[in-house]
């Protein structure tokens, strides 16, 4: 089955750095990979997807890349601010009903 | 617009009571449904998927149960709680189809403490 590795576990930055969480993936026919963000004592809500058609996507301060051939993808955050403070999650998925997600990165971002 | 529900928001059991949790989806049909479990740490650890009424698969093999009585209605139950069953409990919810539709919608959760 599909193994994904995130880090790192935890990512501390200084307001308007920037910030970096990578994932790895082991199936090659996987072909969805989404990133959810998780506040405290919330469910995780989808923040930015890309599909394997795609190498890059950006959605203001959020983007995602994805290199098929080594089995990695990305999300970068510039600009950071207090209120992106949460647990990242990335996920891949192909061709059955169940993403795997990765076990989390808590980001922390200093005022 | 599609909406999930989860109940109750929170709730303290005894060790060895029953469990009922509840979600609801509204705004949609045929949804695939999952119930994830978020013990203290990040991980998501996934319980049961359904791909329809009354069709429940189970990825870990524990005390919980899972039922689907009708196609928006998802239940996780258990007929004695552990210890171990403490955590915060999501439900998510994904368009029918396979690959293509795999963005997840999850639930605002249930903090469960067995104490």
């Known amino acids: 089955g599909e193994n994904v590795e995130q880090h790192p576990s935890t990512l501390s930055v200084q307001e308007g750095d920037s910030a970096v969480i990578k994932c790895t993936y082991s199936?090659?026919?996987?072909?969805?990979f989404p990133w959810y963000k998780q506040e405290l004592g919330k469910g995780p809500q989808l923040i930015i997807d890309i599909r394997s058609n795609v190498g890059e996507k950006k959605d203001q301060r959020i983007a995602v890349t994805l290199n098929k051939t080594a089995k990695h993808f990305s999300l970068h955050i510039t600009e950071t601010q207090p209120e992106d403070s949460a647990v990242y999650f990335c996920a891949a998925s192909g061709g059955s009903y169940i993403p795997t997600f990765g076990r989390g990165t808590s980001l922390i971002v200093h005022p | 617009s599609q909406t999930i529900h989860q109940w109750p928001a929170t709730l303290v059991q005894p060790v060895g009571s029953p469990l009922s949790l509840e979600c609801t989806v509204e705004?949609?049909?045929?949804?695939?449904l999952y119930w994830y479990r978020q013990a203290a740490g990040r991980g998501l650890q996934l319980l049961f998927y359904?791909?329809?009424?009354?069709?429940i698969s189970s990825e870990v093999p524990q005390n919980l149960s899972a039922s689907r009585p009708q196609d928006r209605q998802f239940i996780l139950s258990s007929k004695k709680l552990l210890l171990s069953d403490s955590g915060f409990y999501l439900c998510a919810w994904t368009r029918p189809g396979g690959a293509a539709y795999n963005e997840q919608f999850f639930g605002p959760g249930t903090r469960l403490t067995v104490l």
């Open positions: 199936d090659s026919a996987s072909n969805y």
């Open positions: 359904s791909v329809g009424i009354g069709q």
């Open positions: 705004g949609t049909s045929n949804p695939n």
